[in-house]
Every structure is written in C-alpha cells, then in structure tokens.
C-alpha cells in the first residue's frame, strides 16, 4: 500500500532557527513529489514539485530535497510568517491520484 | 489564485439529510478532485474526475457520490449525512499533462449535527 509519512507532527522554532521537515514515502512507482503550504482556514498552496532523486528546489527560505525513499523542505533562518502546515504529496504510477501525508505544522516564534 | 471557487463555504445540516458541495472552475482543467481534511488524517481523497462524466473512487468514498456533467463543474454529494462526514472539504483541479501540480479551492467546513 502506497503511504506517506510526515515528521514530525509538530515543529516550534525561535525566529532564525534553521530546522528541516521530513516526508518519508513508500510508494509502488513515483511519479513526482509535492510540498504545499496551508494557512489555518484556507486551501494548501503550492510550494514544489521534485521529480527524481538528487533534485532539489529553493524558494526564498525553503528548500525541497529529494532522495529514493524521503523528501525534506529545509527551512533556512525562518520568520514568523513562515507558521503554517507544511504538506507532502506524492502522485505514483500513471495514477492522478495525489496521496497526502499528515502535515507538519510549524510555528516560529519571534 | 487559480479559477477554483467552492460553495457553499459553510454549511450546517443535520443527520440524515442530503447534502451537495460544488466546485467550479475557470481554468478549463481536465482533472477535478475531492478530499476530506479532518485531523491527524491529512487529506484523504473521496473521488476524481478525468472529464466530463468521467468519475472514479478515491480511498473514502463510502456514503459520497459525485457527478461532472460540465468540464467546469464537480459536484460532491452525501446522499444521507452522518455526523463522521463532519469535516473541511477540499478541491481541487490539475491540467492535463502528467507533471502539473494540483491547485486548491478555499474549502467547505460542514457540521452534521
């Protein structure tokens, strides 16, 4: 069965504090890699895709890695605007199913 | 923002009665989705669209049906609500080729009472 797994559930980080997010994933045959952002009561919101192994993406303070079984979303001197869920998704096969994890949501306090 | 507008944005409604969200898009989308967002679950998928009355399940779609009788219009369906269909609905649509990512609407947050 094709899972995602997100850790951890929960990250608290001080204005400035580097830290990284964990997406690990078992999956039949990836097809991509999705990161979003959610803010509290709206829609997620689309942050990166990864395709293979060894690519990675940057946006402002973020940046997505991936490897054969995990992504990470690193999270370089991070501001309080930051605070959010962050979400991970997969697409496998020829499916356009995407398969999502828990989240992780991240507070940065200032 | 991408063209994705859910209605209604809120709803309550009591148990056993029918209930229809709608999904309507602008970006002329071929791929149209559902999910259900309820804590320390994620999103879970309840049912897509491939085109126009082009339907298939996702991994909760017990007691919801949908129906595409428009390229820009997914509509989900609780025929008879229960109070575990008490949840934040999501949709969202994604082009045609393989590596596009998904868009989201705003969400409906519906309470079965």
């Known amino acids: 069965e094709d899972q995602v797994t997100q850790s951890p559930e929960a990250l608290r980080l001080q204005e400035g504090e580097s830290s990284s997010l964990n997406c690990s994933y078992t999956v039949s045959g990836l097809r991509g890699l999705f990161w979003y952002r959610q803010d509290p009561g709206k829609g997620p919101e689309f942050l990166f895709t990864?395709?293979?192994a060894g690519e990675e993406k940057e946006k402002e303070r973020l940046k997505a890695t991936l490897t054969k079984k995990e992504s990470f979303l690193h999270i370089t001197a991070p501001k309080p605007e930051d605070s959010a869920t962050y979400l991970c998704?997969?697409?496998?096969?020829?499916?356009?199913?995407?398969?999502f994890g828990s989240g992780t949501r991240l507070l940065v306090r200032p | 923002d991408a063209g994705i507008t859910q209605s209604p944005r809120h709803k309550v409604t009591e148990t056993g009665t029918p209930v229809t969200l709608r999904c309507h898009q602008t970006e002329n989308h071929r791929y149209m989705y559902w999910y259900r967002q309820d804590p320390g679950h994620g999103l879970r998928l309840i049912h897509y669209?491939?085109?126009?009355?082009?339907?298939d399940k996702g991994e909760v779609s017990d007691g919801y049906s949908v129906s595409r009788s428009k390229t820009e219009d997914f509509l989900l369906t609780l025929e008879s609500a229960t109070s575990s269909q008490t949840s934040v609905y999501f949709c969202?649509?994604?082009?045609?080729?393989?590596?596009?990512?998904?868009?989201f609407g705003q969400g409906t947050r519906l309470t079965v009472v």
């Open positions: 969202a649509i994604k082009g045609d080729s393989l590596n596009t990512e998904a868009f």
């Open positions: 998704a997969v697409r496998v096969d020829s499916s356009y199913k995407l398969i």
């Open positions: 990864l395709y293979s």
């Open positions: 669209s491939y085109g126009v009355k082009d339907t």
